[in-house]
């Protein structure tokens, strides 16, 4: 099956903890990206990336880090300097560009994490 | 700034009905709009898209209409069935493929 899995699905952090959120997509996507949603509140990004080895801030990247060794692996970190943590975690990968920048992003199932 | 955002939090709606759902832009550069649909704990799931240079696109039983006038976006859903049910957000591309969410319309379909 072709798509975008997340791991874990539930993830609890304690005070201080660096925890790590994977992604891994097997549609030979360029584009990856992990966006934090809230109760009730739409998607924010946290950061993207548009080929290996580089990728940019999103609106909220303060307490986070990101890798991209490989095209279908994008792993995010929450760090103990993220201090409201808890939320649903998703991450999405886009097709290569053909023309313009008119790219469907599809998700993962996504991964929630609590703090204890 | 730029925002998406919704006129309706909420929609209940009978099943069967037709449902509508509302989407308002700010950003009158925006060339692409995406519908998502969001059931409880999973990830949003693409239902249709459509491009500036478009007033109207039909899907399988949803319909989007795009209003460059008014910067307005809508979601149509024929026959409404209880799978209906979920949190629907609008998107567009704000440009660099980054794409701005609003907050999301939840849809209730009652029997």
């Known amino acids: 099956d072709g798509g975008i899995t997340q791991s874990p699905k539930y993830l609890f952090r304690k005070e201080g903890q660096n925890v790590t959120l994977s992604c891994e997509q097997n549609l030979n996507h360029d584009a990856m990206y992990w966006y934090r949603q809230d109760p009730g509140q739409g998607l924010r990004l946290i950061y993207y990336s548009q080929i290996v080895n580089d990728f940019q801030k999103g609106d909220i990247a303060e307490g986070y880090s990101v890798s991209r060794e490989k095209k279908e692996s994008f792993p995010l970190t929450v760090t103990s300097a993220q201090k409201n943590p808890t939320a649903f975690y998703l991450c999405a990968s886009s097709s290569p560009r053909t023309s313009g920048n008119r790219e469907t992003q599809y998700f993962g199932p996504g991964t929630r994490l609590l703090v204890l | 700034g730029e925002s998406v955002g919704l006129h309706l939090p909420t929609l209940s709606v009978q099943e069967g009905d037709n449902s509508i759902i509302n989407c308002a832009y700010s950003n009158s550069a925006s060339d692409y709009f995406i519908w998502y649909k969001q059931e409880s704990g999973k990830g949003p799931q693409f239902i249709i898209d459509?491009?500036?240079?478009?007033d109207k696109r039909q899907g399988q039983r949803v319909t989007v209409l795009l209003n460059k006038t008014v910067k307005h976006l809508s979601l149509q859903i024929a026959a409404t069935q209880p799978g209906d049910s979920a949190v629907y957000f609008c998107a567009e591309n704000s440009g660099y493929n980054k794409l701005i969410f609003g907050a999301g319309t939840r849809l209730a379909v009652h029997p």
């Open positions: 459509i491009r500036s240079n478009m």
